[in-house]
């Protein structure tokens, strides 16, 4: 019998089989963008951390790097050394790239805090950080977090209040008026007119006040033809996060016509942060349901020419901020601390697929 007759078929079946096992990463299967936050030591000294990101998503959102902290140390040093490891790996892989942050309360310098000067002074900070940092990126980069959590959970702007521990407050507010906001937004769009700018903040699926906040600031801005072309729902929930608060935030942020990124998604399965909670099949279920219920309402509810992608913040369990920053047991992760695709891998490919 002639062995190459029927061997070459089935070399080509076992091909055919090892390409489409190959293949189910979440890139392949998604119909927008899918991205992590990533930190560029991890990418250059983890090497399974570095074959997920590479494989699976297809955008990447900065994590810390290119925050004001980082990226702008002292009054006249701008340190872009991470950021352009992070950018170069993402180009050379056709990755879009999500920048984080711009203006925000947090990751706020020594010099920065303790900067002297009047309103003219602290807007000319203002401009001149976001405009150094845009023109470092021109042409690199897809989009940016313009301005980060400008509110409280009640809907209040995010203020200096008597009550208010420091961290909670922001010095722009502070210096430059509510409308720090509008002009952060105008700022970035004369830097780089290509950019698509959004405004990033979370707990809107927990809080309907902060919603209707972000909403009605959106509204306005787009009455005065302010350059907004994004908001980033965050998504930090967690197993019990009620299903109608989900669907509430997307289907508002959809109403206002601008792109819908879900910036941050992670998922806690030990919410009450128990330490005597095992990583049981009942919360691996809940928690896949929560994940593909999170792909599934986006679909359905967010127009496709608005879908701006979902992102989920970090990239396995062991470098969730949650775990590593916070010191919390939890698994909020698609992959596990060995970068191994997890259960609820399979429920948010399966959602997306669909
Ligand atoms: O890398 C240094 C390390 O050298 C140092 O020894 C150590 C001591 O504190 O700090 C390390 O840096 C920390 C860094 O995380 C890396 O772990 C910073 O202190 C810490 O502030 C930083 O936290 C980040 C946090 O934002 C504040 O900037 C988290 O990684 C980051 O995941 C988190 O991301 C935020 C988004 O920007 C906005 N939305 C919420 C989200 C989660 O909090």
Redesign the pocket.
């Known amino acids: 019998m002639n062995q190459s007759k029927w061997l070459s078929p089935l070399f080509l079946l076992l091909f055919i089989g090892a390409v489409s096992a190959q293949q189910k990463t979440l890139q392949s299967v998604a119909p927008f963008k899918i991205g992590c936050?990533i930190?560029p030591?991890l990418l250059v000294k983890n090497k399974d951390y570095k074959a997920v990101v590479t494989n699976e998503f297809n955008s990447i959102t900065s994590?810390?790097v290119l925050?004001f902290?980082t990226v702008h140390p002292k009054k006249d040093v701008y340190d872009f050394t991470k950021g352009d490891i992070l950018v170069d790996y993402a180009l050379a892989n056709h990755k879009r790239i999500h920048g984080?942050?711009l203006a925000?309360h947090?990751?706020v310098p020594k010099w920065l805090s303790e900067f002297e000067g009047d309103s003219a002074a602290w807007e000319n900070l203002l401009k001149t950080h976001i405009q150094t940092v845009l023109t470092h990126y021109k042409g690199k980069m897809t989009s940016w977090d313009v301005v980060?959590?400008a509110f409280f959970d009640n809907g209040a702007y995010r203020q200096d209040s008597v009550n208010a521990p420091h961290r909670y407050i922001t010095l722009w507010r502070n210096h430059l008026g509510r409308d720090y906001i509008a002009r952060a937004f105008i700022y970035a769009h004369e830097a780089d007119p290509d950019l698509l700018l959004f405004y990033?903040d979370?707990n809107q699926e927990s809080n309907p006040a902060k919603l209707k906040a972000i909403i009605a600031m959106v509204t306005d801005f787009k009455k005065r033809g302010i350059p907004i072309h994004g908001l980033g729902l965050?998504m930090?929930i967690n197993i019990n996060t009620k299903d109608e608060g989900i669907a509430e935030a997307i289907k508002q942020s959809a109403a206002t016509g601008l792109l819908v990124h879900i910036a941050?998604l992670d998922i806690k399965a030990n919410p009450k942060k128990d330490t005597s909670t095992v990583y049981s099949d009942s919360l691996k279920m809940l928690q896949g349901r929560k994940f593909a219920f999170v792909v599934e309402q986006y679909k359905k509810l967010v127009p496709k020419q608005q879908q701006y992608g979902i992102t989920t913040?970090?990239v396995g369990d062991a470098d969730s901020?949650?775990v590593?920053?916070r010191k919390i047991k939890d698994w909020p992760l698609l992959f596990d601390d060995k970068y191994q695709q997890k259960s609820c891998y399979n429920s948010f490919y399966e959602a997306l697929k669909k």
């Open positions: 936050a930190n030591n994590e810390n925050k902290g984080h942050c925000w947090q990751s980060n959590e990033n979370y965050q930090h941050e913040w970090n901020w949650i590593e920053l």
